[in-house]
C-alpha cells in the first residue's frame, strides 16, 4: 500500500516563500505529481518528478528524494491567488500507473 | 490543451432517486477516465479506473452496483449514482489520461442528496 503525510495547513505572507513537505511510502515507486486545488475546483497540475532533484517553473519548484522517500513544493513571491489545497500524489507502480493524493495542504496566503 | 468537462457542476437531488454524471474529453480522446470523490477538507479518494469498451475497476469499498460507470467512446464516460443517499452528498471529479504521466481534471460535480 501506500501512506502519504502532508502537513494539513499552512499560513505565508504575501511575498514570502513557503515550502512544502511531502512524505511518502510506498512499495513501488513511478514518480510524484504535485496538484493545486482551489476550493469548489478541480486540481490543476503543477509538477512531475520522477528523478532526484529540485525541478523549478517559474515561482514554483518541486524537489524529490527518492531514497527518503520526501518531496517539497516551493513557493516563491508568494500571491494571494496561491491560496488554496496543494495535493501531493505518487503514482503507483506495477502497470496501472494510478496516482494516489495525499490528504492535501491548506495554504492561507494573507496581506 | 487537454479540456475535461462534466456535467453537471451541481445537482441536488431527493434520497432515494438516481444521479448520472457526465465526463467528457473534449480535445482529446482518453481510453482511460478516473473517478473520485472528494469530501470537504479531504483528498481525492480514487473510486474506479474506467476503461473503454470494457468494465471499471472499481476501489476496495466502492460498491459497483451502487455506482454505475460506463465508458462507450473514447471521449465520454458515465458515472450513475444509484439509489442516491444524504451520505453520498459530495464532490465527484473526474479525470481522462492523456498519457501514462499525464491526466487532467474535469470540473467537479457537486451532489447534494437531501
Known amino acids: 500500500g501506500q501512506n502519504i503525510d502532508q502537513p494539513t495547513e499552512m499560513t505565508a505572507t504575501e511575498g514570502a516563500i513557503v515550502q512544502i513537505n511531502c512524505t511518502y511510502q510506498?512499495?513501488?515507486?513511478?514518480?510524484l505529481f504535485w496538484y493545486q486545488q482551489h476550493a469548489g475546483e478541480a486540481p490543476t497540475f503543477l509538477s512531475y518528478?520522477?528523478?532526484?532533484g529540485l525541478e523549478e517553473k517559474g515561482r514554483f519548484s518541486s524537489f524529490l528524494s527518492r531514497s527518503k522517500g520526501y518531496s517539497y513544493l516551493l513557493l516563491k513571491e508568494l500571491q494571494m491567488k496561491d491560496s488554496a489545497s496543494y495535493l501531493c500524489?505518487?503514482?503507483?507502480?506495477?502497470?496501472?500507473?494510478?496516482?494516489?493524493f495525499g490528504r492535501g495542504t491548506s495554504l492561507i496566503v494573507h496581506p | 490543451g487537454a479540456v475535461v468537462s462534466q456535467h453537471p457542476s451541481w445537482v441536488i437531488c431527493k434520497s432515494g432517486t438516481s444521479v448520472k454524471i457526465e465526463c467528457r474529453s473534449l480535445?482529446?480522446?482518453?481510453?482511460?477516465m478516473f473517478w473520485y470523490r472528494q469530501f470537504p477538507k479531504q483528498s481525492l479518494m480514487l473510486m474506479a479506473t474506467?476503461?473503454?469498451?470494457?468494465?471499471?475497476?472499481?476501489e476496495q469499498g466502492v460498491e459497483k452496483d451502487k455506482f454505475l460507470i460506463n465508458h462507450a467512446s473514447l471521449t465520454l464516460s458515465t458515472l450513475t449514482v444509484t439509489s442516491a443517499h444524504p451520505e453520498d452528498s459530495s464532490f465527484y471529479i473526474c479525470?481522462?489520461?492523456?498519457?501514462?504521466?499525464?491526466?487532467?481534471f474535469g470540473p467537479g460535480t457537486r451532489l447534494t442528496v437531501t
Open positions: 479525470s481522462a489520461r492523456v498519457s501514462t504521466y499525464e491526466q487532467y
Open positions: 500524489a505518487v503514482l503507483r507502480s506495477g502497470g496501472s500507473y494510478i496516482p494516489t
Open positions: 510506498t512499495s513501488g515507486f513511478n514518480g
Open positions: 474506467s476503461n473503454e469498451g470494457s468494465k471499471a475497476t472499481y
Open positions: 480535445d482529446f480522446q482518453a481510453t482511460t
Open positions: 518528478n520522477v528523478l532526484d
